[in-house]
C-alpha cells in the first residue's frame, strides 16, 4: 500500500458538500484519492464492494439510509474501514453515534481544512499500522459478528453496575463463544483483544478512573496462542479497573447527591435503574431514592425523563431528524413507548408538536 494510494469514499446528499472535500483534502501529498461518490447511505453501501475504500467520509443527515444506520452497516460489516463523520448538526448525540460505532473523528461543517488534513493524516497513520498487523483487516465470521457486538454491550452494563462476578461470567461465556464459533486464529484473536481493549478504555473514562484512555496495544503472540490465553490477557486489566473503581466509591464518607445526579447526566440516554445507581453508590435504593427526592424535589426516574424530554423536544423541533432517530438517541428502543411518555411529558405528541412549531415558522397569510 506504500506505493498505492488509500482509496477514500465520499458520502453526502448535496453534491456542492462532496466538491468541497474534494477541494480541501490535500491527497496526493496524503497518498489518497477519492475513488468513489454516493448520495446516501444505500448507495455508500453498494458502492464499498466496487471501490474497497479505505476511508469514508460520510454527513448525519441524508435521505434513505442516513448517517446513522450507514455508521452501524459499517461497525458491524466493515470494521476495518476508517470512518470520518461531517455533519452541519452540532449534536452531541450524533457525536455520540459516531464514538459508538468506532469512527476515527466527527468534524463540524464548514470543514476546517486544516482539521479535515489532520484527522485523513490520522486515518493513515491507523491504516499503515494495520498493515503491519493483520488482525485489523480480518473480518468476523458473521454469525459471530451480532453476538460479540452484545458482547460488548453486556461488559459495559456490567462494569457500569459494579458487577464483577457478572463481568468474570461475561468473559468465561465469550470463551465458550469462541470456541463454538472457531475464531482461534492469532489475527482473530488480536482483533477481539484490541477491540475489548479500547472499550475498556472508554468505560474508564466515563467512570472518572483517568480523563483520557490509554492506547490499544497488540497482545504479545503467547497469548495469542490459545483462546483462553487471549480471554485471560484481555480480561484481567477489566478486573483490576473494576476493583479500582469499587475501592474509590467505597471509600466515600458519605452519599454525595452531586455525584448521582452527575452520574445521571452523563448517562441518562442510557439504561439507567435506581437498583443500578444504589450499588454504584454502594447504598440502599431506599435511602438513595429517599435523599435524592428530598435535595431536589423529584423521584431519579422523574428526573432521568425530565432530561430525555429537554433533549428530545430540541430535536423534534428539527424537522430533519426522524422520530425513530429521536427515540433512540433519547434512550428508548420502543418507538411507541417513547410517543407515550412524550405526550404525558408536553401534553402534546411528538408530530403535534412539529407540526404546530412548522405553523408557527410558516403562518398563513390569508
Given amino acids: 500500500m506504500n506505493k498505492e494510494h488509500y482509496r477514500v469514499l465520499l458520502v453526502d446528499d ?5 466538491d468541497i472535500l474534494r477541494s480541501l483534502g490535500e491527497w ?35 435521505p434513505g439510509i442516513d448517517g446513522v444506520e450507514l455508521l452501524q452497516t459499517l461497525s458491524g460489516q466493515f470494521p476495518h474501514i476508517k470512518v470520518v463523520v461531517v455533519s452541519g448538526y452540532d449534536d452531541f448525540n450524533y457525536a455520540k453515534h459516531a464514538i459508538r460505532h468506532r469512527a476515527t473523528d466527527y468534524l463540524l461543517k464548514p470543514v476546517n481544512p486544516d ?7 490520522k486515518c493513515k497513520r491507523e491504516l499503515e499500522k494495520a498493515e503491519s498487523g493483520p488482525e485489523f483487516w480480518e473480518p468476523y465470521p458473521a454469525a459471530f ?18 458487577n464483577v462476578q457478572g463481568l468474570r461470567e461475561l468473559f468465561q461465556q465469550l470463551e465458550h463463544r469462541l470456541e463454538i464459533n472457531l475464531i482461534h486464529r492469532p489475527q482473530q484473536l ?10 475498556m478504555g472508554e468505560l474508564c473514562v466515563s467512570n ?10 497488540l497482545p504479545p503472540s503467547v497469548s495469542l496462542a490459545s483462546i483462553s ?29 452531586d455525584e448521582v445526579k452527575h452520574h445521571i447526566e452523563h448517562h441518562c440516554m442510557e439504561l439507567i435503574t435506581l437498583e443500578q ?13 429517599k435523599m435524592f427526592k428530598k435535595e431536589y424535589g423529584l423521584t431519579v426516574t422523574d428526573y432521568v425523563v425530565q432530561l430525555r424530554m429537554t433533549r428530545a423536544r430540541e430535536w423534534v423541533l428539527d424537522e430533519q431528524i426522524p422520530f425513530k432517530h429521536i427515540a433512540e438517541m433519547a434512550g428508548y428502543e420502543d418507538v411507541s413507548y417513547f410517543y407515550r411518555v412524550f405526550k404525558k411529558h408536553f401534553g402534546i405528541s411528538p408530530g403535534e408538536m412539529r407540526k404546530g412549531e412548522a405553523g408557527l415558522q410558516n403562518p398563513r397569510l390569508d
Fill in 229 to 257: 490465553s487471549a480471554v485471560d490477557w484481555v480480561s484481567a486489566p477489566y478486573y483490576q479497573a473494576l476493583e479500582q473503581l469499587i475501592a474509590q466509591r467505597k471509600f466515600k464518607n458519605k452519599l454525595n447527591l
Fill in 14 to 18: 448535496e453534491p456542492w458538500n462532496r
Fill in 277 to 289: 445507581l444504589a450499588q454504584i453508590f454502594f447504598v440502599s435504593k431506599e435511602y438513595l431514592s
Fill in 115 to 121: 482539521e479535515l488534513n489532520a484527522v485523513l493524516a
Fill in 145 to 162: 459478528s451480532g453476538e460479540f457486538a452484545l458482547f460488548q454491550q453486556q461488559v459495559r452494563l456490567r462494569f457500569n453496575d459494579l
Fill in 208 to 217: 472518572g478512573l483517568c480523563d483520557q484512555p490509554s492506547a490499544a496495544v
Fill in 28 to 62: 496526493e501529498t496524503l497518498g489518497m484519492t477519492v475513488a468513489g461518490e454516493a448520495e446516501d447511505g444505500e448507495e455508500a453501501i453498494r458502492l464499498i464492494e466496487q471501490h474497497q475504500p479505505h476511508i469514508i467520509i460520510t454527513d448525519m443527515r441524508m
Fill in 190 to 199: 488480536g482483533r477481539i483483544a484490541y477491540e475489548l481493549q479500547t472499550l
